[in-house]
């Protein structure tokens, strides 16, 4: 069965940086996007981060560009994002999730992100 | 960026009875709209995409409709474990959420 599993989070200061994982297992990896997905304590769901299934193109929320990238690692079945010049409004729970054409089939359980001093 | 607005923010029913959760685009995105539903605590689950298309186990009770700017997601008779809050998704022109719309026991 498709399973997703995040990790890396954790409690950074503001202007910090993070690297959250995901390992991906159950499906053949090299045929899906993938994504990262969060959602601040309270809040509703926001699309993070994409990359594509070849690898070849990758898409980033405006409030993040610059600052966070995303990439992934066939191999391993793992994809990742790196999260610098952390704020505040970062703090929130990431899900790791399958994208199939570019709906979030399969999510994994999550990981929560605190940024704070 | 195409917002997406869902109502209402909270629906109390009954168990047994119909759920009907409207979602509206700021601009046409066709039918490339998905639904999730998200329990507490727990990550959200695809119930459909393409607008009307149920995703593998989701029970026939779940009915997507609309294109263009207005979806509708119906649960025909609400279950104890359809308590949730649910949420579109466009991805016509990149990928944005609903607020969402908590569906709670009446």
């Known amino acids: 069965q498709v399973q997703l599993l995040e990790s890396g989070g954790g409690l950074v200061k503001p202007g910090g940086s993070l690297r959250l994982s995901c390992v991906a297992s159950?499906?053949?990896?090299?045929?899906?996007?993938m994504s990262w997905i969060r959602q601040a304590p309270g809040k509703g769901l926001e699309w993070v981060s994409f990359v594509s299934d070849d690898n070849t193109y990758t898409k980033y929320a405006d409030n993040v560009k610059g600052r966070f990238t995303i990439s992934r690692d066939d191999a391993k079945k793992s994809v990742h994002l790196q999260m610098n010049s952390l704020r505040g409004d970062d703090t929130a729970v990431y899900y790791c999730a399958r994208t199939l054409g570019l709906w979030a089939d399969y999510w994994g359980p999550g990981i929560l992100v605190t940024v704070s001093s | 960026e195409i917002e997406m607005t869902q109502s209402p923010a909270t629906l109390s029913v009954s168990p047994g009875e119909r759920a009907t959760l409207s979602c509206w685009a700021s601009q046409s995105v066709s039918t490339n709209l998905a639904w999730y539903q998200q329990k507490p605590g727990q990550a959200p689950r695809l119930l459909i995409h393409?607008?009307?298309t149920r995703a593998t186990g989701v029970p026939a009770r779940f009915r997507g409709s609309g294109s263009g700017t207005d979806f509708t997601l119906t649960i025909s008779s609400l279950q104890s474990e359809d308590f949730a809050i649910y949420y579109c998704?466009?991805?016509?022109?990149?990928?944005?959420f609903g607020g969402g719309t908590k569906v709670e026991i009446k």
């Open positions: 393409g607008a009307s």
């Open positions: 159950g499906f053949t990896f090299s045929d899906y996007h």
């Open positions: 998704q466009q991805y016509s022109h990149w990928l944005t």
